[in-house]
């Protein structure tokens, strides 16, 4: 077995491109996940060391000398950390020659020829689902052997071995909580609408929907929602629940937890018995009958994508949304005390300022908790990319998807509305949802009853208006 490190590479200050977040970015306040794409391989690999260094603010002096200690290193990588990614991985290459160089990811997944081109130090990629890809080439298998790699011959030839069948019964993969546990820091990650400490993690993989913008199911996952057994993941949140007695909340990470009602009715029968807090991805369609179920077995929050309040880029996206039924949902959720952070992208195909407009004033009139707003993100491999590709809307001078600091740039513009147009939009959209009387006595609120809240709050109102503050040097 090959001496395996896994890691998140050292990157921008404040970076969230770890192996679960779905938009690589620096956020408007501090906010890491947990890198759980990483985390699952490495516990199939005996001995493997996982180093996620942004959150634990690991530098690339520390992180090579660890890697001379290593016969592998794999990276976890994406198209907007991928050319930062491939100068540490240059270091470490420089560091330890003997050093067995691999990536995964949705960047590789899509673009293995180009990746392996673009980064002459790295020997193999993994495509698509590379879990057991990945414990087959630590065991020093033959290259020429192993579905689901791309990687370089004895000759210097790229070469491309068939694809690796997707995974069918998931709860083959272990738990990820013990490597959680062995080689990260909890504390160190933040997602601003979770309770603190929290632990993200998946139940399965995959989402039928069809968006044309969203990441892992057009790269990694796919589009059937392939799940654990409700046993299994029941026993990994009661163990996790003993090793880790100071987390708040637990946090589902699928695509869309609710794609199986009864599963997910099942799950949170079994989670109201063991008295955890969770939380979950949801799309904005959940009947009211299951709400009350997944509440009562201890469901506190509903991370929602309801992207747009215009139902035509709705179906421009194939969102698969309808208004009238997103806004009964939030109704209902609001009713039974179910919080809802809610997300946007602005930039989206058919957007104008009217459509802006409209959204922003649909998120204020359905009122989520909290949300978060993103600029629409082409990712290679997603419908959305190819779309822009062909008409035009995306530039090569914005195919990175974020600058020189991380921050997110608006990549696509149409004939009547300029990226900076978008991009701008993203300040107005947050000034006029949190600047109004209601919400904000809905914050003070919160802080006014919890000392750690007022702490917490009062520190991402200063990370916020930074953010607010470096996207105007952005601009400029």
Same mark, same amino acid.
């Given at each position: 077995?090959?001496?395996?490190?896994?890691?998140? %590479?050292?990157?921008?200050?404040?970076?969230?491109?770890?192996?679960?977040?779905?938009?690589?970015?620096?956020?408007? !306040?501090? $906010?890491?996940?947990?890198?759980?794409?990483?985390?699952?391989?490495?516990?199939?690999?005996?001995?493997?060391?996982?180093?996620?260094?942004?959150?634990? *603010?690991?530098?690339?002096?520390?992180?090579?000398?660890?890697?001379?200690?290593?016969?592998?290193?794999?990276?976890?990588?994406?198209?907007?950390?991928?050319?930062?990614?491939?100068? =540490?991985?240059?270091?470490?290459?420089? %560091?330890?020659?003997?050093?067995?160089?691999?990536?995964?990811?949705?960047?590789?997944?899509?673009?293995?020829? &180009?990746?392996?081109?673009?980064?002459?130090?790295?020997?193999? =990629?993994?495509?698509?689902?590379?879990?057991?890809?990945?414990?087959?080439? %630590?065991?020093?298998?033959?290259?020429?052997?192993?579905?689901?790699?791309?990687?370089?011959?004895?000759?210097?030839?790229?070469?491309?071995?068939?694809?690796?069948?997707?995974?069918?019964?998931?709860?083959?993969?272990?738990?990820?909580?013990?490597?959680?546990?062995?080689?990260?820091?909890?504390?160190?990650?933040?997602?601003?609408?979770?309770?603190?400490?929290?632990?993200? &993690?998946?139940?399965?993989?995959?989402?039928?929907?069809?968006?044309?913008?969203?990441?892992?199911?057009?790269?990694?996952?796919?589009?059937?929602?392939?799940?654990?057994?409700?046993?299994?993941?029941?026993?990994?949140?009661?163990?996790?629940?003993?090793?880790?007695?100071?987390?708040?909340?637990?946090?589902?990470?699928?695509?869309?937890?609710?794609?199986?009602?009864?599963?997910?009715?099942?799950?949170?029968?079994?989670?109201?018995?063991?008295?955890?807090?969770? $939380?979950?991805?949801?799309?904005?369609?959940?009947?009211?009958?299951?709400?009350?179920?997944?509440?009562?077995?201890?469901? *506190?929050?509903?991370?929602?994508?309801?992207? $747009?309040?215009?139902?035509?880029?709705?179906?421009?996206?194939?969102?698969?949304?309808?208004?009238?039924?997103?806004?009964?949902?939030?109704?209902?959720?609001?009713?039974?005390?179910? %919080?809802?952070?809610?997300?946007?992208?602005?930039?989206?195909?058919?957007? $104008?300022?009217?459509?802006?407009?409209?959204?922003?004033?649909?998120?204020?009139?359905?009122?989520?908790?909290?949300?978060?707003?993103?600029?629409?993100?082409?990712?290679?491999?997603?419908?959305?990319?190819?779309?822009?590709?062909?008409?035009?809307?995306?530039?090569?001078?914005?195919?990175?998807?974020?600058?020189?600091?991380?921050?997110?740039?608006?990549?696509?513009?149409?004939?009547?509305?300029?990226?900076?147009?978008?991009?701008?939009?993203?300040?107005?959209?947050?000034?006029?949802?949190?600047?109004?009387?209601?919400? !904000?006595?809905?914050?003070?609120?919160?802080?006014?009853?919890?000392?750690?809240?007022?702490?917490?709050?009062?520190?991402?109102?200063?990370?916020?208006?930074?953010?607010?503050?470096?996207?105007?040097?952005?601009?400029?």
């Amino acid at each position: 077995m090959l001496r395996t490190l896994f890691l998140q %590479a050292p990157s921008f200050d404040g970076f969230d491109g770890g192996a679960g977040s779905r938009y690589q970015a620096k956020r408007e !306040i501090k $906010s890491f996940w947990f890198p759980t794409w990483l985390a699952q391989p490495a516990a199939l690999v005996e001995g493997s060391r996982l180093i996620d260094a942004p959150p634990h *603010r690991q530098g690339l002096g520390e992180v090579t000398e660890i890697a001379k200690d290593y016969d592998m290193v794999v990276v976890h990588t994406s198209t907007p950390s991928f050319k930062s990614d491939v100068k =540490v991985l240059d270091a470490l290459k420089a %560091a330890n020659p003997k050093l067995k160089v691999g990536l995964i990811g949705a960047k590789v997944a899509v673009q293995p020829d &180009l990746s392996l081109i673009e980064a002459p130090v790295v020997d193999f =990629v993994a495509r698509n689902e590379f879990d057991f890809t990945i414990k087959e080439v %630590a065991e020093d298998r033959p290259m020429s052997s192993i579905q689901g790699i791309s990687y370089r011959n004895a000759r210097g030839v790229v070469t491309h071995n068939p694809d690796r069948a997707m995974l069918e019964s998931m709860d083959e993969l272990p738990f990820v909580t013990p490597i959680y546990q062995r080689d990260l820091k909890i504390e160190n990650y933040f997602i601003g609408y979770l309770k603190h400490p929290y632990i993200s &993690l998946y139940t399965g993989r995959g989402c039928k929907s069809r968006c044309t913008f969203c990441l892992w199911p057009q790269t990694v996952g796919g589009h059937r929602y392939r799940t654990r057994s409700v046993g299994h993941v029941v026993e990994e949140i009661a163990w996790a629940q003993k090793a880790f007695p100071q987390v708040k909340e637990f946090f589902f990470d699928d695509d869309t937890f609710t794609d199986d009602l009864p599963r997910a009715e099942a799950i949170a029968k079994e989670l109201g018995k063991l008295g955890v807090t969770w $939380s979950c991805n949801a799309k904005a369609n959940v009947p009211r009958e299951t709400l009350k179920k997944l509440k009562d077995g201890g469901l *506190r929050l509903l991370l929602v994508g309801y992207e $747009s309040g215009n139902q035509q880029i709705l179906h421009n996206i194939k969102k698969g949304m309808r208004i009238e039924v997103a806004e009964k949902f939030t109704k209902d959720c609001h009713d039974l005390g179910i %919080a809802i952070h809610g997300t946007f992208i602005l930039g989206l195909p058919g957007e $104008s300022r009217e459509t802006i407009e409209q959204t922003v004033n649909w998120a204020r009139k359905i009122n989520p908790h909290t949300i978060q707003v993103s600029l629409a993100a082409p990712y290679p491999g997603t419908f959305l990319y190819d779309q822009a590709l062909q008409n035009g809307w995306l530039d090569a001078e914005h195919a990175e998807l974020v600058d020189e600091h991380g921050i997110q740039i608006a990549p696509l513009h149409y004939d009547h509305l300029s990226h900076q147009e978008i991009f701008d939009s993203v300040e107005t959209f947050y000034k006029k949802f949190y600047f109004r009387a209601g919400k !904000i006595a809905s914050i003070v609120g919160e802080m006014a009853v919890s000392p750690d809240m007022m702490k917490r709050r009062l520190r991402e109102g200063v990370e916020f208006f930074q953010f607010l503050k470096d996207r105007k040097e952005v601009a400029a």
